[in-house]
């Protein structure tokens, strides 16, 4: 494909520009220097001719051995798997494992995968294209195998790293593109995490008590429905409330619900002043109500702490003209010997009460006790207990509260009492009005403030505790009336619905995926750097014909091979198969022919004037490409 020249000036160090370089501008010159003299090798590259661009182009696309635009693509695809590997980790930035069918990991490694074989792909384009285009524009030998070296394995270029070039560099930056698949990975991981949103619910639940829910009462005597007793039940048993909301809450849900309950209408307030005098008197007294005996003496009794709950049925000169809650807190606050014994007795009335709940996403709800408003937040008072609401049969009236009350009652009573001074007692505590531990029961030890001090004594406000216990159980009533009774909506005020549409803040510790942006940052900028390492490589590409390529049979053609005389040079690795295909080589001999006689190979060195021409036989090829041709 060339000629090769013997220069006579042994000290030139530049190329040297032979009358063939002259003539065909696309030949290439390559200076190999020695002790006696400079060689000048002419690799011919075939250059088309002009006005036969749009053919090098087409070609460049179809049967081309060196494919830029396909590298070239290929770096684009690189780029773009950058941007898809983002959209990956800002997608799925904290959101739920379980919402993804592909898991983002998964997309990443293939994220990384396509990136990593497209800079491949591009790369091994980019290297053959860089040899050829710097052999085009004249270098040694020595430069030129230094180049090809470099482009293969890991440890060559490492080795010629003392000679650097943008080929070491892009082939040290491509074996580092092992650690984008691994950083990529770091920059996805999964954790738990709390989040919180706010949702709309829909949740079935009575407002009020249905009129008669505890059933019916003739003086002291009261006919219970199935309904109160299993109420009664569940809250002694502190079951969960089976109360679940539409769609169904994940995590928690907490939100305001409006339910039964009762609040105060009206209280009156009895006071007993205790001076020093009193507490050490034996025969003082203060207090309404009848003290519970000692166990251990029959000396006289005061009050210190008394507890009484019952129900309170309407009627004419009633305090209240419906049904209500009494409750009659007794509390003795004695400091330093003196205080008063306080008597408090209030009605608390049926009313609808703005109740903290959590629904949980077992179907449950837990009610809370507001610390600011222990006794709920009101929002309006019930009417369906009034007398006006008439009798189921006379003279039997409906009981809405009634046997809530009296069950409770059991629970929370409490009377403690004081026990009478000994004035002549050794024990200090002994000469005054003191506690009587035989007649304290849970709720009285609950409430007891103990201070240590024989002259100090004082109890806890019970109410808050009552009143809340009170309101869940008709809170629990009103669950189980709405799930279970189909006149609920005929039993509760005018204009009351038992269906509730509600706001919750859903909070829901799950794991989700967590994108680490410091890695991301860390591969993109690998990412980049491969690129722009790989891409000049590319350079010079439109100066080269279409079959170049760094196969034996290409640069053997290109070096004037003896043996290769008769390819086509136009075609170049591809015209040498046409032509040689059915040859059988080994290395040292060549099998020739069909009848299999074995030739010993000649190993010769070409003399400098020799000049292997096969370009004669090959002009005619110049200009045409496949399925394209020139007018």
């Not at 773009?80 to 990443?108: E, G, H, R, Y």
């Not at 509260?401 to 001074?421: E, G, I, Q, R, T």
């Amino acid at each position: 494909m060339g000629t090769e020249q013997v220069q006579t000036e042994p000290s030139r160090d530049t190329l040297v520009e032979t009358p063939e370089r002259q003539a065909n501008p696309s030949s290439a010159s390559v200076e190999v220097k020695d002790e006696s003299n400079v060689q000048t090798i002419e690799l011919e590259t075939l250059g088309l001719q002009k006005g036969n661009t749009f053919c090098m182009w087409i070609d460049h696309f179809t049967s081309a051995a060196i494919r830029p635009f396909f590298g070239l693509l290929c770096l684009g695809v690189s780029i773009c798997s950058v941007f898809f590997s983002a959209a990956i980790l800002v997608t799925s930035n904290n959101k739920p494992v379980d919402s993804w069918t592909i898991q983002p990991t998964v997309l990443l490694a293939i994220a990384a995968a396509m990136s990593n074989t497209a800079v491949t792909v591009a790369y091994s384009q980019a290297v053959i294209i860089a040899w050829w285009y710097r052999a085009s524009k004249g270098a040694t030998i020595l430069a030129l195998e230094r180049q090809w070296e470099a482009s293969t394995g890991l440890f060559s270029p490492l080795y010629h790293i003392r000679h650097p070039s943008m080929v070491v560099v892009a082939t040290l930056l491509v074996w580092s593109m092992i650690a984008d698949g691994p950083m990529l990975q770091r920059a996805a991981s999964v954790v738990s995490a709390t989040q919180s949103k706010m949702l709309p619910f829909n949740v079935t639940l009575t407002p009020e008590l249905p009129s008669g829910f505890s059933g019916q009462r003739l003086y002291n005597d009261i006919i219970m429905t199935d309904t109160v007793i299993n109420t009664c039940k569940n809250w002694t048993a502190q079951t969960p409330i089976p109360l679940a909301v539409q769609p169904p809450c994940k995590g928690s849900c907490a939100a305001t619900v409006r339910g039964p309950g009762v609040t105060k209408a009206l209280c009156n307030t009895q006071t007993w002043p205790i001076t020093y005098e009193m507490y050490h008197d034996p025969n003082a007294t203060w207090g309404n109500w009848p003290m519970t005996v000692s166990l251990n003496t029959s000396a006289p009794t005061n009050p210190i702490f008394q507890i009484r709950v019952g129900p309170h049925m309407d009627g004419p000169g009633n305090p209240v003209p419906q049904e209500a809650a009494v409750t009659i807190i007794g509390t003795i606050s004695v400091f330093n010997a003196s205080g008063k014994f306080e008597e408090t007795k209030c009605f608390w009335v049926p009313a609808i009460i703005d109740y903290d709940v959590v629904f949980g996403g077992d179907g449950h709800v837990k009610l809370l006790q507001d610390p600011l408003e222990p006794t709920g937040r009101v929002v309006a008072l019930a009417n369906n207990t009034h007398a006006t609401q008439g009798w189921v049969e006379p003279p039997w009236q409906p009981a809405t509260l009634d046997f809530l009350v009296d069950y409770l009652a059991s629970f929370v009573k409490a009377n403690a009492s004081a026990v009478a001074p000994v004035p002549d007692a050794q024990i200090e505590a002994s000469t005054v009005w003191h506690a009587d531990a035989t007649t304290y029961n849970s709720q009285a030890f609950k409430y007891h403030n103990f201070s240590g001090q024989a002259l100090h004594e004082s109890f806890g406000d019970p109410i808050p505790d009552i009143i809340h216990s009170l309101n869940e159980m008709m809170f629990r009533g009103a669950v189980l009336a709405s799930a279970t009774e189909s006149n609920v909506s005929e039993l509760i005020d005018p204009g009351l619905s038992i269906e509730q549409n509600i706001m919750a803040n859903q909070t829901i510790t799950h794991n989700v995926f967590h994108s680490d942006f410091a890695w991301f940052g860390a591969a993109t900028a690998l990412d980049l750097l491969v690129t722009l390492a790989v891409l000049p490589l590319f350079w010079g590409f439109w100066k080269l014909e279409k079959h170049l390529s760094l196969s034996p049979c290409s640069l053997a053609l290109a070096f004037n091979s003896p043996l290769l005389k008769e390819a086509d040079p136009v075609k170049g690795a591809e015209g040498v198969v046409e032509r040689y295909g059915s040859v059988r080589i080994r290395y040292g001999e060549v099998v020739e022919g069909d009848d299999g006689v074995v030739m010993p190979a000649e190993t010769r060195s070409i003399p400098p004037a020799e000049r292997v021409d096969s370009m004669a036989s090959s002009r005619k090829a110049f200009g045409r490409c496949r399925d394209f041709g020139r007018a």
